[in-house]
């Protein structure tokens, strides 16, 4: 199976190297500047338990041939589109996998590609590039979850699946996609939202009086939200997320905190916004969303 990664950042960057190690047939697409680089001196990770380099293949988007079986997008939201149209010459061919936060991107490459060339997936990983350039990996999680959307898609998902599997991260195969995504999205919401109104990590909230509650409130907001579109967060799941939104002591934020303190653009819209629009299509209330959501829209308005 040959893949191409779009972009060599946090999520890029860290499995696809590790997918490299493992054997398997990776292309990074990148822009100029990031592509001498890396060609210079390798594309480095590091990690809580060590570093290494990798040597990539690496082509640009005027390179690109349609002999791609799988075109994985790591891109933030906002850059979808751009990244779809750096991908024109390779896209007639194989299927879409995007490891985008949110859901709405499904919808979009859907009417683009349609459904049965269009695979779900989830990554949890919290990386940065660093000055160097090098991918710095800032906790120890790092997993990929993944998903067949239809039943043409099963088969190249499993092969995916098994590549994953000689890696040494957590990889995870979902019959039903779409709830892992949902799943990541009411917590990831919470965790932006939260860390984004606070300017704190999720100790720090957790050390003031309402703290935890305010915490439990937000993320059942979210969680009410997700039910009314039919994909109801399991209790199991609800439980485990609570203990991470409320731990004492946890250095935890959103990488939309980190975005918004370096004065970066950040997936405000589509992490709150559209999750808001969900709610506002079934009368739900979610005033402390509101709330992060309109932060974060003055926030961004103000930088300009």
Request: net charge neutral; glycine share 8%; hydrophobic share 40%.
């Given at each position: ?15 696809g ?34 570093s ?13 041939e ?16 751009d990244?779809?149209?750096s ?5 007639s ?14 919808e ?12 779900g ?11 160097s ?7 120890e ?6 998903g ?7 088969a190249l998902?499993?092969e995916l699946?098994?590549l ?6 957590d990889s995870?195969y ?5 709830q892992?995504?949902?799943?990541k999205?009411?917590?990831?919401a919470?965790?932006?939202g ?9 100790g720090?909230?957790?050390?003031t ?8 409130r937000m993320?059942a907001?979210?969680c ?21 939104l409320?731990?004492e002591g ?6 939309m ?9 950040n ?11 969900f ?8 005033p402390?969303?509101?709330i ?6 003055v926030?961004s308005?103000?930088?300009?």
């Amino acid at each position: 199976m040959k893949i191409l990664i779009v972009g060599a950042g946090g999520i890029g960057g860290f499995f696809g190297a590790k997918l490299q190690q493992s054997g398997a047939d990776i292309t990074y697409l990148l822009r100029e500047q990031r592509q001498r680089l890396i060609v210079g001196q390798g594309l480095t990770i590091e990690t809580p338990k060590g570093s290494f380099t990798i040597h990539p293949k690496t082509v640009l988007a005027d390179q690109l041939e349609p002999i791609y079986d799988l075109i994985i997008l790591t891109c933030k939201a906002f850059d979808l589109n751009d990244s779809l149209k750096s991908v024109a010459k390779a896209s007639s061919k194989g299927v879409i996998l995007p490891f985008l936060n949110g859901f709405t991107h499904l919808e979009a490459l859907d009417r683009e590609f349609g459904k049965a060339r269009v695979m779900g997936g989830v990554a949890h990983i919290a990386a940065t590039i660093s000055e160097s350039g090098s991918v710095k990996q800032l906790t120890e999680i790092n997993s990929l979850t993944m998903g067949p959307r239809t039943p043409e898609q099963v088969a190249l998902c499993q092969e995916l699946f098994a590549l994953c599997q000689k890696s040494d991260f957590d990889s995870f195969y979902k019959e039903n996609i779409n709830q892992a995504l949902w799943d990541k999205w009411v917590f990831l919401a919470t965790l932006a939202g939260m860390t984004t109104i606070c300017r704190g990590s999720i100790g720090e909230i957790a050390a003031t009086p309402d703290g935890k509650e305010l915490c439990k409130r937000m993320f059942a907001e979210c969680c009410a939200i997700a039910l009314s579109q039919k994909h109801p967060i399991a209790e199991k799941t609800q439980l485990t997320s609570e203990a991470i939104l409320t731990k004492e002591g946890s250095p935890s934020t959103a990488s939309m905190l980190r975005d918004l303190l370096a004065g970066k653009k950040n997936e405000y819209q589509h992490i709150l916004g559209d999750l808001i629009g969900f709610a506002s299509n079934k009368s739900i209330d979610c005033p402390l969303l509101k709330i992060a959501f309109t932060h974060m829209a003055v926030e961004s308005k103000n930088r300009v």
